[in-house]
């Protein structure tokens, strides 16, 4: 099957929530005591880390977990393969997302990604472009690293420009300023804290965001809402 970027959408809102669910995904894997398969395990950690950094001068998007990591199969197979994705350590019921397809828009929409992981003392890394992702010909590279190191970083570059079906160039959205993503704006209840870094030529920003344990939970009343697979826990003002 031939998937291609759909340019018409907002290609820079939807490689953040896209890379922003897969990290929140991993760190949720990390505080979990039991995976996929329902054996127990050690959680890493009570609470977990995910940063989001915006390069305004190069236009470029980072979102780094400490979850526990992809293994050098998962990051072939899972993570740049459209409709696979990678939930191994989670429980079906504390899964996020749906079939992989959405992430087309940060595989074949950005001009580059990087993706640098560690798990089980192998760091993982993935330098390559748009077209080479597309064309399977990126190249996996695999170092040793500490045991105690795990964690994983994904950057992506948006393009300032695409060539439409008429051959024109159309200008592609960009903004380090985290108010206009949707995804960071809307509550993340979970055992995580969230930081956003706006990096430019003048000044850095750093901001906590009001999600997962900077979550105001004492102004939303709790609901528990049963489904034919589960219960599912929420909140409304």
Not at 39 to 60: A, H, W
Not at 84 to 93: I, N
Request: charged share 25%; hydrophobic share 35%.
């Amino acid at each position: 099957e031939i998937y291609q970027c759909d340019w018409s959408s907002d290609v820079c809102s939807s490689d953040l929530k896209e890379l922003l669910q897969n990290a929140f995904d991993a760190v949720k894997g990390a505080v979990s005591d039991v995976n996929g398969a329902g054996e127990k395990v050690k959680p890493l950690y009570k609470s977990g880390e995910i940063t989001v950094q915006f390069n305004d001068d190069d236009r470029t998007i980072t979102i780094t977990d400490n979850g526990r990591g992809m293994t050098p199969d998962i990051v072939r197979k899972a993570f740049f393969t459209v409709a696979k994705s990678d939930k191994s350590d989670l429980p079906v019921h504390k899964r996020s997302g749906g079939k992989g397809v959405a992430k087309v828009g940060f595989m074949l929409g950005s001009e580059w990604i990087k993706v640098d992981t560690v798990r089980d003392g192998v760091r993982t890394r993935v330098d390559a472009t748009s077209d080479q992702i597309s064309g399977g010909t990126f190249q996996i590279v695999k170092t040793p690293a500490p045991k105690s190191e795990h964690g994983t970083s994904v950057t992506v570059r948006i393009p300032e420009y695409y060539i439409d079906e008429n051959g024109d160039e159309k200008k592609v959205f960009f903004s380090g300023n985290s108010g206009l993503y949707p995804a960071l704006n809307r509550p993340l209840i979970g055992p995580v804290e969230v930081k956003v870094i706006r990096k430019s030529s003048w000044a850095d920003e750093v901001n906590s965001m009001p999600v997962g344990v900077n979550f105001p939970a004492d102004k939303y009343t709790p609901l528990k809402v049963s489904f034919s697979w589960g219960d599912r826990k929420s909140t409304r003002l």
